[in-house]
T-cell receptor
Framework: EAQVTQNPRYLITVTGKKLTVTCSQN?????MSWYRQDPGLGLRQIYY???????DKGDVPEGYKVSRKEKRNFPLILESPSPNQTSLYFC????????????FGNGTRLTVT | EDQVTQSPEALRLQEGESSSLNCSYT??????LFWYRQDPGKGPEFLFTLYSAGEEKEKERLKATLTKKESFLHITAPKPEDSATYLCAVQANAGNNRKLIWGLGTSLAVNP
């Protein structure tokens, strides 16, 4: 089954404790992206990757890192999480075809205390 | 500034009561307009892409239309399983990011 898989689904952590949210897709998609979703603010792009070894900042990249060493994986790293990073995070992927729709994972709900 | 506005924020319908959701946009050159459905606790699920004014797409009880300034998602004879948040997003011609500009969504509840 074609899918984007994120782990973990739920994560509670403390301020400053480094964490990684994994994302993997099995559709051979070139494009991958991370979003956060907050009430009243909607979906905001954190980072994106057009292909392996090519990543760039989205609208809200502060406090986040990403890497794209393999086509299928695009982990999101929070080096020193803070409470304002408490949010619902989504990984998404799409093919390189013009206007291809995004396929989303089921989300990671992160709470930073 | 590129912007997407969805209305209403929330809509409650009786089963079988048809209605429309609106997505108004301002963007410097439209590459595509996307509709997604999002169920609680899940990621958005792709519904439609529209590219140019006058275009229409249909899927079961849903029909999406596009003008130069807005898109409508028409829901005909909705069922309780159509309850979800419907998100609209636009992709502008500028840049290589393939970035989408998202609306805040319309939360639809269909009562049996």
């Amino acid at each position: 089954e074609a899918q984007v898989t994120q782990n973990p689904r739920y994560l509670i952590t403390v301020t400053g404790k480094k964490l990684t949210v994994t994302c993997s897709q099995n559709m051979n998609h070139e494009y991958m992206s991370w979003y956060r979703q907050d009430p009243g603010l909607g979906l905001r792009q954190i980072y994106y990757s057009m292909n392996v070894e090519v990543t760039d900042k989205g609208d809200v990249p502060e406090g986040y890192k990403v890497s794209r060493k393999e086509k299928r994986n695009f982990p999101l790293i929070l080096e020193s999480p803070s409470p304002n990073q408490t949010s619902l995070y989504f990984c998404a992927s799409s093919s390189s075809t013009r206007n291809s729709p995004l396929h989303f994972g089921n989300g990671t709900r992160l709470t930073v205390t | 500034e590129d912007q997407v506005t969805q209305s209403p924020e929330a809509l409650r319908l009786q089963e079988g009561e048809s209605s429309s959701l609106n997505c108004s946009y301002t963007v410097s050159g439209l590459r595509g307009l996307f509709w997604y459905r999002q169920d609680p606790g899940k990621g958005p699920e792709f519904l439609f892409t529209l590219y140019s004014a006058g275009e229409e797409k249909e899927k079961e009880r849903l029909k999406a239309t596009l003008t130069k300034k807005e898109s409508f998602l028409h829901i005909t004879a909705p069922k309780p399983e159509d309850s979800a948040t419907y998100l609209c997003a636009v992709q502008a011609n500028a840049g290589n990011n393939r970035k989408l500009i998202w609306g805040l969504g319309t939360s639809l509840a269909v009562n049996p």
